[in-house]
């Protein structure tokens, strides 16, 4: 089980012990402190003239990942699609990132992770302050993607424009939904409500990709000839969902939409060699999709986007 809590540092305590052999001559070192598995927090690369900054606000283990990836299909079929890409089938690592976009202009935060302290942290890891951002971008509001709106009873973001879009806003107004009551309820008078293929910012367009939540929306970047997708919870797992589009999610509210969205979405990125940005994929959670069999194959991100 690994679980880190980026919202508290660590004290990092050397516990030097006492010396077990010789009373003689050299000093014995202190046993060397292990320091526990070690992810990168922030990944920084360009698009076109847009700098893009993927951001670990969290990270944590899940048992039994049949039950949330693999809901139609026998445990014979998981375990040897997990075999198979060499993952294990009884454990899953959940990771969790917003992305920040500086288009040169205007500071864009794409959702806003679990709460307050951990994208704040995480901003400021980044180089900025959270009154830098100028907009808050949202692609569904699933209590992960709108935790960090609010901190304390105050926006996190003070001085940021947020956009969302409509048919997601109006479902969950219509619900009793806490996550929403005290992350969007209170900003709903300062909220832009877009629908599919709105130029939203320069550079920036919206695309439906509903299912997942019923109006769930991805953003594609646009800069100097060169794309990107802000693709969210349209696919969850690098395998599990890509590589088997059909396979039921459990936090897919809509499996049949979720499902035929993936398959689009998918394809239409396989086709035109767009990469994009996945919230839950293993950070930094950017890479490129091409077709494999019935389904797609991942191919992280390595130093493409760097150049
Ligand atoms: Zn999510």
């Given at each position: 089980?690994?679980?880190?809590?980026?919202?508290?540092?660590?004290?990092?305590?050397?516990?030097?012990?006492?010396?077990?052999?010789?009373?003689?001559?050299?000093?014995?070192?202190?046993?060397?402190?292990?320091?526990?598995?070690?992810?990168?927090?922030?990944?920084?690369?360009?698009?076109?003239?847009?700098?893009?900054?993927?951001?670990l606000v969290g990270s944590r283990t899940a048992d039994e990942p049949q039950g949330i990836f693999g809901m139609n299909v026998s445990a014979e079929t998981f375990a040897e699609a997990s075999a198979e890409a060499n993952i294990p089938a009884d454990q899953n690592q959940f990771f969790f990132h917003p992305t920040l976009v500086n288009t040169g202009s205007e500071l864009i935060l794409f959702d806003t992770g679990l709460n307050g302290a951990a994208i704040t942290q995480a901003v400021e890891m980044a180089g900025y302050t959270p009154d830098a951002v100028t907009h808050v971008i949202l692609t569904h509001m699933h209590g992960d993607h709108i935790g960090g709106l609010m901190m304390d009873g105050a926006e996190t973001f003070p001085n940021a424009a947020y956009i969302t879009g409509q048919v997601e806003f109006d479902h969950w107004s219509g619900t009793d939904n806490e996550g929403f009551a005290n992350m969007v309820a209170p900003l709903a008078e300062k909220m832009t409500f877009i629908g599919d293929g709105a130029s939203i910012r320069p550079g920036i367009t919206s695309m439906a990709a509903f299912g997942h939540t019923p109006g769930h929306m991805a953003y594609m970047l646009d800069s100097n000839g060169q794309q990107l997708l802000i693709f969210a919870d349209l696919a969850n797992h690098y395998v599990w969902s890509l590589a088997y589009p059909d396979w039921e999610v459990r936090f897919d509210m809509d499996k049949e939409a979720a499902a035929a969205s993936r398959r689009r979405v998918l394809g239409m990125l396989a086709a035109d060699g767009v990469p994009f940005i996945g919230y839950h994929m293993p950070f930094p959670g950017v890479g490129y999709v091409e077709t494999r069999g019935d389904g797609f194959h991942y191919v992280p991100h390595s130093y493409q986007l760097l150049l």
């Open positions: 089980m690994t679980t880190f809590n980026f919202t508290r540092r660590t004290a990092l305590t050397g516990l030097a012990t006492a010396p077990l052999i010789g009373m003689t001559a050299a000093p014995a070192l202190a046993q060397p402190a292990q320091q526990g598995p070690l992810i990168p927090r922030i990944s920084r690369f360009g698009v076109g003239a847009f700098e893009v900054t993927t951001l």
